[in-house]
């Protein structure tokens, strides 16, 4: 990046113990106003979309001048309608990831290396 960059980070889950899978909850909002502002949403991946289009309705709230979303693995197969990611690092079409800050029921989030568990 050639411009002055501020990071802040939003923390959103639906994992937690007791929570049914897509009930998203905001656990950590940002810290600054974004109005005027061009906002680029890092995400690790994008899989069912549901946690994308929930950031990209909280964020743009906010009154963004842009909103563009960057996400390591675009694993969109569940829902090819999803909001489709700006930057990709990689796609793939299926099967459950870990490592490299992902997680299987709190498992797996800090092996180096990115993960596709055998059933």
């Known amino acids: 990046m050639t411009v002055k960059v501020e990071k ?3 923390r959103v889950s639906s994992y937690r113990k007791g929570a049914r899978p897509g009930c998203l909850e905001l656990l950590r909002d940002i810290e600054c106003e ?3 502002r061009d906002v680029i949403i ?4 994008i899989d069912t979309s549901e946690t994308a289009k929930f950031i990209l309705r909280h964020m743009g ?3 963004p001048d842009s909103l563009r979303i960057c996400t390591l693995i675009d694993k969109r197969g569940k829902d090819p309608m999803g ?3 700006d930057y990709t690092g990689f796609q793939v079409d299926e099967g459950f990831l870990v490592g490299y800050g ?3 029921m709190e498992r797996g989030r800090s092996l180096e290396d990115i993960y596709l568990l055998q059933e």
């Open 83 to 85: 909001p489709a990611p």
């Open 8 to 10: 802040q980070f939003l």
């Open 34 to 36: 974004l109005g005027g």
């Open 61 to 63: 709230s906010k009154n």
């Open 42 to 45: 890092v995400e690790d991946i």
């Open 102 to 104: 992902m997680d299987y």
